[in-house]
C-alpha cells in the first residue's frame, strides 16, 4: 500500500502544475512577501469558515492565493491555516488542514480570527457554526447564530513567514502539538480548484503587483470576479523585486526542477517496475498459496480417504467377528441339539431294551413257572387197574434266574411213571386222584419233534391232558 501511494503521488505531482508545489512541501531560498492588507468579504451564508489569503510558489514565482469563505468537510471542523518556515537552508511550506482543533500555524498573524495563535472568529455548538462578528463579516440578517467579543490584535507587522532573517519566532505550544498529532483532513476539492485557479491568474503573481494583488479575497473558492472579489488596499511591506542573484537562484530552481523532474520520472518508471515486481510477488504467493492449499486439499483427502478405509475395514471387522461368533453360536446350538439327541436315542434305546430286557425276564419267568409245574398223570382209559398214589412233587425252591441260554431250552416233560389199574368205579372212592411216584420215566420227546396228538397213546395224551389242565377228571361211571 505504500509503494502505491507513492505511486499515485508521483503521477499526481506530474499532472499538476508546478505552481501547486509549494503547496506540497517545496523548499526554496527566497522568503515570500509580506501579507497585503484588505477587507474580508461578506459570509455568503451560514456554515462557511474563512480561510485566510497566503503566498503560494510556482514557475514564475510567489503569487497570490486569495482568502475565501470555504464550507467545512463536516460540522466540528476548524482550518488551521499553512504556513512558510525556514528549515536552516530553504524556506518550505506547510500546508493547511481541518481539524477538531487549530493547531500551529507559525505565528503568522493572518487576521480576522487568525492572529497568530489559535482562532477567536466563531466556534461549533450542536452542528451550528456561531460567528464572532467583531472579527467575521457576516450579514446577521441572514445569519443570526452570531456574537460579539472584542478580539486584541498585539501584532502589527505582515510578516508571512516563521523563523530565517526577519521572519516570526513563535513555536508551538502543548495543545498546538497535541493538535498537530489528531487526525487531519485534507482541504477540500473546492480549495484544491480555488489554488489551481490561482495559479494560472496572472494577476496573482508576486512580480506583476508588487505584493498588492487585484483580488486579495472573495466570497467563495474560485469566483475571481463578480460583487464578491476583493482588492488589496495595500502590500503589507514595499515590495524588494529580486535581485541579481534571483537569476541565479532561478537557475538553481530551474535545476532543482529538472531533478526533480528526472527523479519523478525515475519515481514512476521505478513505481511501474515495483509494480510489476509485487504483481509478480503476488502471484508467486497466490500460487505458493495455491499449492499449499491444493496440498493440503490432497492430504486432507488422503487422511479421510484413509480414515475411510480403516472405518470399512473396521465395519468388515466387525461384520466378521458378529458372522464368527453367530457361527460360534450356531455351532454351539446345533452341538446341543446333536447331544440332546444322542441323549435321547440313548433314553429310548435305554427305554427299549430294559422293555426288552423286563419281556426277556417275564418269559423266562413264565418258562420257570412251566418248567416247575409237576406232572400230574391220568389213568389210562383203556386200564382198570387202580392208580397208585403218587407222592406229590415237593414244590422246587425259588431258583436264580436263568440264564439266557436256560430260558430259551424247552422244559423237558416228567417221564409217566408205571400206574397201576384203577379200581372198579362203582368202588372207587370219589376223591381226587394222586399222582403216581414217577418212576424211571422217560424223557418225553421235545416239542418240536413230539408225535401229533392222534398218533399217540391213550395213556400218554392223558398224561398230556393233565400237564395242561390240573383239574381231577372225573371217574367213568
Same mark, same amino acid.
Not at 478580539?151 to 502539538?177: D, H, K
Not at 489554488?195 to 494560472?200: E, G, K
Not at 521505478?270 to 505458493?288: D, H, I, L, R, S
Given at each position: 500500500?505504500?509503494?502505491?501511494?507513492?505511486?499515485?503521488?508521483?503521477?499526481?505531482?506530474?499532472?499538476?502544475?508546478?505552481?501547486?508545489?509549494?503547496?506540497?512541501? !517545496?523548499?526554496?531560498?527566497?522568503?515570500?512577501?509580506?501579507?497585503? &492588507?484588505?477587507?474580508?468579504?461578506?459570509?455568503?451564508?451560514?456554515?462557511?469558515?474563512?480561510?485566510?489569503?497566503?503566498?503560494?510558489? /510556482?514557475?514564475?514565482?510567489?503569487?497570490? !492565493?486569495?482568502?475565501?469563505?470555504?464550507?467545512?468537510?463536516?460540522?466540528?471542523?476548524?482550518?488551521?491555516?499553512?504556513?512558510?518556515?525556514?528549515?536552516?537552508?530553504?524556506?518550505?511550506?506547510?500546508?493547511?488542514?481541518?481539524?477538531? @482543533? &487549530?493547531?500551529?500555524? /507559525?505565528?503568522?498573524?493572518?487576521?480576522?480570527?487568525?492572529?497568530?495563535?489559535?482562532? @477567536?472568529?466563531?466556534?461549533?455548538?450542536?452542528?451550528?457554526?456561531?460567528?464572532?462578528? *467583531?472579527?467575521?463579516?457576516?450579514?446577521?440578517?441572514?445569519?443570526?447564530?452570531?456574537?460579539?467579543?472584542? &478580539?486584541?490584535?498585539?501584532?502589527?507587522?505582515?510578516? *508571512?513567514?516563521?523563523?530565517?532573517?526577519?521572519?516570526? %519566532?513563535?513555536?508551538?505550544?502543548?495543545?498546538?502539538? %497535541?493538535?498537530?498529532?489528531?487526525?487531519?483532513?485534507?482541504?477540500?476539492?473546492?480549495?484544491?480548484?480555488?489554488?489551481?485557479?490561482? *495559479?494560472?491568474?496572472?494577476?496573482?503573481?508576486?512580480?506583476?503587483?508588487?505584493?498588492?494583488?487585484?483580488?486579495?479575497? %472573495?466570497?467563495?473558492?474560485?469566483?475571481?470576479?463578480?460583487?464578491? &472579489?476583493?482588492?488589496?488596499?495595500?502590500?503589507?511591506?514595499?515590495?524588494?523585486?529580486?535581485?541579481?542573484?534571483?537569476?541565479?537562484?532561478?537557475?538553481?530552481?530551474?535545476?532543482?526542477? +529538472?531533478?526533480?523532474?528526472?527523479?519523478?520520472?525515475?519515481?514512476?518508471?521505478?513505481?511501474?517496475?515495483?509494480?510489476?515486481?509485487?504483481?509478480?510477488?503476488?502471484?508467486?504467493?497466490?500460487?505458493?498459496?495455491?499449492?499449499?492449499?491444493?496440498? $493440503?486439499?490432497?492430504?486432507? $483427502? %488422503?487422511?479421510?480417504?484413509?480414515? =475411510?478405509?480403516?472405518?470399512? =475395514?473396521?465395519? /468388515?471387522?466387525?461384520?466378521?467377528?458378529?458372522?464368527?461368533?453367530?457361527?460360534?453360536?450356531?455351532?454351539?446350538?446345533?452341538?446341543?441339539?446333536?447331544?440332546?439327541?444322542?441323549?435321547?436315542?440313548?433314553?429310548?434305546?435305554?427305554?427299549?431294551?430294559?422293555?426288552?430286557?423286563?419281556?426277556?425276564?417275564?418269559?423266562?419267568?413264565?418258562?420257570?413257572?412251566?418248567?416247575?409245574?409237576?406232572?400230574?398223570?391220568?389213568?389210562?382209559?383203556?386200564?382198570?387197574?387202580?392208580?397208585?398214589?403218587?407222592?406229590?412233587?415237593?414244590?422246587?425252591?425259588?431258583?436264580?434266574?436263568?440264564?439266557?441260554?436256560?430260558?430259551?431250552?424247552?422244559?423237558?416233560?416228567?417221564?409217566?411213571?408205571?400206574?397201576?389199574?384203577?379200581?372198579?368205579?362203582?368202588?372207587?372212592?370219589?376223591?381226587?386222584?394222586?399222582?403216581?411216584?414217577?418212576?424211571?420215566?422217560?424223557?418225553?420227546?421235545?416239542?418240536?419233534?413230539?408225535?401229533?396228538?392222534?398218533?399217540?397213546?391213550?395213556?400218554?395224551?392223558?398224561?398230556?391232558?393233565?400237564?395242561?389242565?390240573?383239574?381231577? +377228571?372225573?371217574?367213568?361211571?
Amino acid at each position: 500500500m505504500r509503494k502505491i501511494r507513492l505511486l499515485l503521488l508521483t503521477l499526481l505531482l506530474l499532472t499538476v502544475p508546478a505552481a501547486l508545489y509549494a503547496q506540497l512541501g !517545496v523548499s526554496i531560498t527566497i522568503a515570500p512577501p509580506a501579507l497585503p &492588507v484588505y477587507t474580508q468579504p461578506m459570509a455568503p451564508a451560514d456554515g462557511y469558515l474563512w480561510t485566510p489569503g497566503y503566498w503560494a510558489y /510556482g514557475d514564475q514565482g510567489y503569487f497570490w !492565493v486569495p482568502g475565501t469563505w470555504a464550507m467545512a468537510p463536516q460540522p466540528g471542523l476548524l482550518w488551521t491555516p499553512g504556513y512558510w518556515g525556514w528549515r536552516g537552508d530553504a524556506f518550505a511550506w506547510n500546508g493547511g488542514y481541518w481539524g477538531s @482543533q &487549530v493547531g500551529f500555524y /507559525g505565528g503568522v498573524n493572518y487576521g480576522y480570527g487568525y492572529g497568530g495563535q489559535g482562532y @477567536q472568529g466563531g466556534y461549533w455548538n450542536n452542528g451550528a457554526f456561531n460567528y464572532n462578528r *467583531s472579527v467575521n463579516n457576516v450579514n446577521v440578517t441572514n445569519i443570526h447564530n452570531t456574537y460579539n467579543t472584542t &478580539v486584541i490584535n498585539n501584532t502589527t507587522n505582515n510578516v *508571512s513567514y516563521n523563523g530565517g532573517t526577519g521572519g516570526i %519566532t513563535a513555536r508551538p505550544n502543548a495543545a498546538e502539538e %497535541t493538535a498537530a498529532r489528531e487526525q487531519h483532513t485534507q482541504p477540500t476539492a473546492a480549495q484544491t480548484a480555488h489554488v489551481h485557479a490561482a *495559479s494560472t491568474n496572472h494577476e496573482l503573481l508576486a512580480s506583476v503587483n508588487q505584493g498588492r494583488p487585484a483580488i486579495a479575497a %472573495t466570497a467563495k473558492p474560485g469566483e475571481f470576479s463578480g460583487r464578491g &472579489v476583493v482588492a488589496a488596499k495595500e502590500a503589507g511591506a514595499p515590495y524588494k523585486a529580486p535581485e541579481n542573484k534571483a537569476a541565479e537562484n532561478k537557475a538553481t530552481e530551474n535545476k532543482a526542477a +529538472e531533478n526533480k523532474a528526472t527523479e519523478d520520472k525515475a519515481a514512476a518508471n521505478k513505481a511501474p517496475e515495483n509494480k510489476a515486481a509485487e504483481n509478480k510477488a503476488t502471484e508467486n504467493k497466490a500460487a505458493e498459496n495455491k499449492a499449499t492449499g491444493d496440498k $493440503a486439499a490432497a492430504n486432507k $483427502a %488422503t487422511e479421510n480417504k484413509a480414515a =475411510e478405509n480403516k472405518a470399512t =475395514e473396521n465395519k /468388515g471387522a466387525e461384520n466378521k467377528a458378529t458372522e464368527d461368533k453367530a457361527a460360534a453360536n450356531k455351532a454351539t446350538e446345533n452341538k446341543a441339539a446333536e447331544n440332546k439327541a444322542t441323549e435321547n436315542k440313548a433314553a429310548g434305546n435305554k427305554a427299549t431294551e430294559d422293555k426288552a430286557a423286563a419281556n426277556k425276564a417275564t418269559e423266562n419267568k413264565a418258562a420257570e413257572n412251566k418248567a416247575a409245574k409237576p406232572i400230574v398223570p391220568q389213568r389210562p382209559v383203556e386200564s382198570n387197574k387202580p392208580i397208585a398214589h403218587a407222592q406229590p412233587t415237593p414244590r422246587p425252591e425259588a431258583a436264580p434266574k436263568p440264564s439266557a441260554a436256560v430260558a430259551k431250552a424247552p422244559a423237558r416233560p416228567v417221564p409217566v411213571a408205571h400206574t397201576q389199574p384203577a379200581p372198579h368205579p362203582q368202588a372207587a372212592p370219589k376223591a381226587a386222584p394222586r399222582p403216581t411216584p414217577t418212576a424211571h420215566a422217560q424223557p418225553a420227546p421235545r416239542p418240536e419233534n413230539a408225535p401229533k396228538a392222534d398218533a399217540r397213546p391213550a395213556t400218554e395224551a392223558r398224561v398230556q391232558n393233565a400237564k395242561e389242565s390240573p383239574e381231577e +377228571e372225573k371217574p367213568r361211571q
